[in-house]
């Protein structure tokens, strides 16, 4: 160690400056306890808007039916920048495919997108759907599955942490075996992970825009996947929804594919401890 070179200020300025740089908008999603959500509201769970009387619930590769996980209505949060003004996305998630494998698209979902929605229908939920706290099922509560989760928005403009690419790839000097170059850059280190943890925890549990957060590693170490550079929607781990052992998941889009509508093209994965 004390023959290693020195962390620098200029290291830590890098550092710093560009998670100033990558600050993003966010759409905090704060869970409503006391509202029901409608047809067309932003909703985890219940039931999905339905688009025509000949609309059906999405089905796995073997017929199996998926499960409704979230529903965005962008006319309902204050615009972010390359996310659409209007329209509703749906994402169902595949409960019969677990094992990570496709690293295209992630784990098997399916990402409705409606440029325009209107109307109260609802689509009716088949049985068959794994039972509410199974290891197939990432809702805990049957409130949350049966009726969905209604939301207040808010709003912020967050920095991402150092958790997250391309950060994290600029701060090896965390972990190094390294002296910092004076009693400043030492000031700075010691209270980095009380600022990350800050960063982190105005992101609130659910959210979205922004940077995501993982339990475990960030995914786009991945070749194929370092190009993921928006977030369509953050799915924390709260009394309602849980991916796992205190899993949460992300579902991700290239800004290209986002500002052309391409919402065929998301990637979405849950990682948990």
């Known amino acids: 160690m004390d023959s290693a070179p020195p962390i620098t200020q200029v290291e830590v300025d890098l550092a710093l400056n560009e998670m100033e740089r990558l600050k993003l908008p966010v759409a905090r999603l704060i869970v409503d306890d006391h509202a029901i959500p409608g047809p067309l509201d932003t909703k985890f769970g219940g039931r999905p808007w339905q688009a025509s009387d000949n609309d059906v619930l999405p089905v796995s590769a073997d017929g199996q039916p ?4 979230a529903q965005i209505n962008f006319a309902q949060i204050a615009p972010l920048a390359d996310f659409p003004d209007v329209g509703l996305l749906q994402l169902f998630f595949d409960p019969y495919s677990l094992d990570y494998d496709d690293l295209e698209h992630g784990f098997k979902h399916k990402a409705r997108w409606f440029p325009q929605a209107a109307g109260d229908r609802e689509l009716s939920m088949p049985t068959g759907l794994p039972k509410v706290k199974s290891v197939n099922n990432p809702f805990v509560s049957h409130s949350a599955f049966e009726t969905g989760l ?4 808010e709003h912020a403009i967050l920095k991402p942490s150092s958790y997250v690419l391309p950060i994290s790839k600029m701060t090896d000097f965390l972990y190094a075996l390294r002296h910092p170059e004076n009693d400043e850059v030492r000031a700075i280190l010691e209270g980095w992970e009380e600022r990350d943890e800050e960063l982190r925890n105005a992101y609130g549990t659910h959210w979205i825009g922004g940077h995501p957060s993982f339990v475990q590693d960030d995914i786009r170490y991945e070749t194929k996947l370092a190009d993921l550079d928006r977030f369509l929607l953050h799915v924390g781990c709260d009394d309602n929804i849980m991916f796992g052992d205190a899993g949460e998941g992300n ?21 948990c401890s």
């Open 66 to 69: 998926i499960i409704f996980l």
């Open 150 to 153: 209604a939301f207040r928005i």
């Open 251 to 271: 579902l991700m889009i290239r800004r290209d594919d986002l500002m052309n509508r391409r919402f065929d093209r998301t990637f979405y994965a849950w990682d």
